[in-house]
């Protein structure tokens, strides 16, 4: 039995240690927010907050997150930056099939909590591995754009 701080949260988890994070939310908590994509770190659809970091969660043993903080998509929007994303998201209308977008978002707040005011570059090189089959790329840049200016 592990014990993880999940969304401000010491949650229980039966699971082996070595379980991936992933699982222990997706499977073990039915926390289904956060996505399998590739189970290889090479997608982002994982994409989860460890102490404010974005991490994949397909490879992170549970045993390595006990003691720290995850947040999930299901609670970055209680975050003033989350809830930016979230809402530039929205109104920029982002998704298009949906499914890698919750690792997007996560990997989007990571990056804004760490820099307000980030140009193209920095944004291509903060979301290069996150990957979206729809092409929403454009639309993901500019949601970005629009949170870092709400944030401002």
């Known amino acids: ?20 994070i992933l699982w222990a939310l997706r499977d073990t908590l039915g926390m289904t927010g956060t996505k399998f994509g590739c189970g290889m770190a090479q ?33 970055v929007g209680a975050d003033p930056v989350g809830k930016a994303v979230q809402q530039a ?11 890698c977008q919750s690792g997007q978002i996560m990997s989007a707040t990571a990056l804004l909590q760490s820099n307000r005011k980030p140009s193209d570059a920095d944004i291509d090189a903060a979301m290069a591995g996150n990957i979206c089959r729809c092409g929403t790329y454009a639309r993901i840049r500019g949601a970005i754009h629009a949170a870092a200016k709400q944030l401002a």
């Not at 988890?13 to 379980?19: E, F, M």
């Open 1 to 20: 039995m592990l014990t993880l701080n999940i969304n401000g949260k010491d949650t229980a988890v039966d699971a082996d240690p070595s379980t991936p």
């Open 89 to 99: 998201w929205v109104a920029l209308d982002v998704a298009q099939c949906g499914y």
């Open 43 to 75: 997608c982002g659809a994982c994409t989860v907050h460890l102490n404010g970091t974005a991490i994949r969660s397909c490879i992170t043993p549970a045993s390595s997150a006990a003691g720290q903080k995850i947040t999930t998509i299901e609670a």
